[in-house]
């Protein structure tokens, strides 16, 4: 038995031996960043604005030239797809800068995506900078606000894409955005149970890191979950939809009650919603809902299974198969033994 446990932790240390190897060379072999992507600052850069964006104050009509830079760190020539879009919130909280003019809601005064002229496909050599040309064109009709939207670069071959951000407005106008709470809805993709709560933001300015607080209970009164200080930024005129909880499952029909407190840092607002759960739905809420990466319960169960009953059959094999091979071929303790035996 002791043989079969310095073996093991032989085998172990082995392992982790390899196991910290191959991590350690994938370490030493990460590779560079692909390209980087710059902006020059614009002549009507907003002052005080930070580097993370392109900050626009213009007048009705006017068009700004702007210039990018795309440097290519590798050896090989590089091709890019460039694309224009309108900023979006997204399920996470989290702002897209370049969302497809289909996507954005049509209460905007005019969307990003469409005031940009740039060209949608750059070559870049290996080892080298490319200057990209651009022109913005507001709208003739004056707006109150800011738009927001921005500019993508994807590398066509990896997929990796880099998004500069464009902020745009023409007058000093203060814009105080509210956020509304609209309601509660059940989203049902294929392998999750997702409880969304739906925003809207009705100005035209954005409102930054807004923190949610949310609590599900039942008809009877019992929580069913508690979600504190989820963050959320919404972008002007838009709605959106965020993600609660995923993956409820087992929730009777009856209606519940969400309670949501949004603070904004300066105003704090209450309010509670129905969430009314079918018999239908219920039904669909009852079945096994998948894990995060897709597996359902009963996968995990053979995933683990099946190793577990691979290592016992070595385990055991190896105890009690290990002793006869050392007889066969003439262990001196065992021959010993055999002829104390014999006297």
């Known amino acids: ?6 073996a093991i932790l032989l085998l172990s240390i082995l392992f982790g031996m390899f196991s910290t190897g191959a991590t350690a060379l994938a370490a030493d072999n990460i590779p560079a960043v692909r390209f980087d992507v710059t902006a ?9 604005s930070t580097l993370k964006e392109i900050n626009l104050k213009l007048t009705p009509g006017q068009t700004e030239n702007l210039t990018y830079h795309i440097t290519n760190n590798t050896a090989d020539e590089l091709v890019f797809s460039i694309a224009t879009g309108t900023a979006t919130t997204l399920t996470n909280g ?4 370049v969302t497809d003019a289909s996507s954005v809601s049509t209460t905007l005064p005019a969307k990003v995506g469409d005031m940009i ?34 500019i993508s670069f994807t590398d066509v071959k990896s997929k990796e894409s880099s998004q500069i951000p464009l902020y745009v407005a023409e007058t000093d106008e203060v814009v105080k955005p509210v956020a509304s709470v609209d ?29 949610l607080t949310t609590k599900l209970t039942s008809p009877e009164g019992k929580t069913v979950f508690t979600k504190k200080n989820q963050k959320v930024s919404l972008v002007p005129n838009a709605q959106a939809d965020i993600n609660l909880k995923t993956n409820l499952v087992n929730l009777k029909a009856g209606v519940y009650k969400l309670k ?11 309010t509670t919603r129905d969430v009314k759960i079918s018999a239908a739905l219920a039904k669909q809420l009852s079945t096994k809902a998948a894990t995060q990466s897709g597996y359902t319960a009963m996968d995990w169960f053979w995933m683990i299974f099946w190793p577990v009953v691979a290592f016992l059959v070595v385990f055991f094999g190896g105890r009690f198969l290990l ?10 303790d065992l ?9």
């Open 323 to 332: 002793p006869k091979r050392h007889a066969r071929k003439g262990n001196p």
């Open 1 to 6: 038995m002791k043989k079969s446990i310095k």
């Open 94 to 97: 989290k702002v897209h800068y």
């Open 183 to 211: 309601g509660a809805k059940f989203y049902l993709p294929a392998t999750k149970r997702i409880l969304q709560l739906q925003l809207s933001n009705s100005e035209s300015m954005i409102i930054n890191d807004l923190k």
């Open 40 to 48: 020059d600052i614009p002549a009507d850069q907003v002052a005080n």
């Open 117 to 150: 002229k740039i060209d949608k496909l750059v070559t870049v050599p290996a080892k080298a900078t490319v200057d990209v040309p651009a022109t913005l064109t507001t709208p003739e009709t004056e707006f109150n606000g800011q738009l927001i939207g921005g």
């Open 335 to 343: 021959k010993k033994n055999s002829n104390e035996q014999d006297d």
């Open 260 to 270: 949501v407190t949004v603070n904004d840092g300066k105003h704090k607002q209450m």
